[in-house]
């Protein structure tokens, strides 16, 4: 298995700018997620945007907004979406638990 690099990143209060982070997890395929946020991570009326990328290929975007969680794939105008109580059920059913394969 090759080893994943995940780059994110958190809002600094402190210094009012977007601080990027990279983690080397052990056994994960190469992901990039880039996170924009349009306000500090506070999603009031603009959708908190996250692009997703393999192998330095997009895949696509995942917007979070207060109503719905949208995935726009890559070379797509139309997003798909849930609302929060479908994604949930959705993630209960066919989401794996953290630490298994």
């Not at 190469?30 to 997009?58: C, G, M, N, Y």
């Not at 105008?77 to 066919?94: C, G, K």
């Amino acid at each position: 298995m090759a080893v994943g690099i995940v780059t994110a990143g958190v809002w600094s209060g402190r210094s009012s700018r977007w601080v990027e982070h990279t983690a080397r997890p052990v056994g994960m395929a190469t992901h990039r997620i880039t996170v924009h946020p349009s306000k500090p991570l506070s999603v009031d009326s603009a959708d908190l945007v996250i692009e997703v990328a393999s192998a330095d290929q997009k895949l696509g975007e995942l917007r979070i907004s207060r109503g719905s969680i949208d995935w726009v794939p890559r070379a797509h105008a139309t997003a798909r979406w849930l609302p929060w109580e479908d994604f949930d059920r959705l993630m209960q059913d066919h989401g794996r638990r953290k630490g298994q394969g």
